[in-house]
């Protein structure tokens, strides 16, 4: 009965490689987010889907693509991992209409070796 | 560029007190305002939020804001060591049409002493 729910957990991999990470919400909500927590905890939003729709792209590089095949999955590809993308990774989800109250993942460590 | 700011800490309380968190954001376009409670390891968990001025009270809780001081605070009363973890004060201009992120301060870490 996992809300939002992530998939891997960890994630360790070299230098130059891709990657993606999975995220399910079942909440039935209609948004989804993606954020960054770098070393030093700091909390950033890297994009939202609404709708499949893509709503919010801060500037992050273009190696990283999300992807949203329905409502409910929003997934995460990183092209070409350099050392700097080590961090821990959050899918978020919210109900759009509502004040924007935002349910986390459990998070995926991403470590570029 | 939105902000929002936070003390650092350590924030140390002893058990039994009250724990005031305060958190100020830059932009007076923001609508809706967040405290997220986040474990050691854990993923941010959503304690309160709240988007009119005055208090918000839940249990132990309390979201205080004020719009016009661009000011936010949580209080903690009757603090438990199971309180401790890094608070997190977020905002966002959404306003019920689209999908805007949350904007997060760097969180206080908060210290609940037995």
């Known amino acids: 009965d996992t809300a939002v729910s992530q998939t891997p957990k960890y994630l360790v991999t070299q230098m130059g490689n891709d990657k993606s990470i999975k995220c399910e919400q079942n909440l039935g909500h209609d948004t989804m987010y993606w954020y960054k927590q770098d070393s030093k905890k700091f909390l950033k939003i890297m994009f939202s889907y609404n709708n499949k729709e893509l709503i919010i792209n801060e500037t992050v590089p273009n190696r990283f693509s999300p992807k949203s095949p329905d409502k409910a999955h929003l997934n995460l590809h990183i092209n070409s991992l350099e050392l700097g993308d080590s961090a821990v990774y959050f899918c978020?989800?919210?109900?759009?209409?509502?004040?924007?109250?935002?349910?986390f993942g459990p998070g995926t460590r991403l470590t570029v070796l | 560029q939105k902000e929002v700011e936070q003390n650092s800490g350590p924030l140390s309380v002893p058990e039994g007190a009250i724990a005031s968190l305060n958190c100020t954001y830059s932009?007076?376009?923001?609508?809706?305002f967040f405290w997220y409670r986040q474990y050691s390891g854990k993923s941010p968990e959503l304690i309160m939020f709240i988007y009119s001025n005055g208090d918000k009270e839940d249990g132990r809780f309390t979201a205080q804001l004020n719009k016009a001081s661009q000011y936010v605070s949580l209080l903690i009363r009757d603090s438990q060591p199971s309180d401790s973890a890094t608070y997190l004060c977020?905002?966002?201009?959404?306003?019920?049409?689209?999908?805007?992120?949350?904007?997060f301060g760097k969180g206080t870490h908060l210290i609940i002493q037995p």
């Open positions: 932009d007076r376009g923001s609508q809706s």
């Open positions: 977020a905002v966002t201009s959404y306003s019920g049409g689209g999908a805007d992120g949350l904007t």
């Open positions: 978020a989800s919210s109900l759009s209409g509502g004040y924007n109250e935002q349910f």
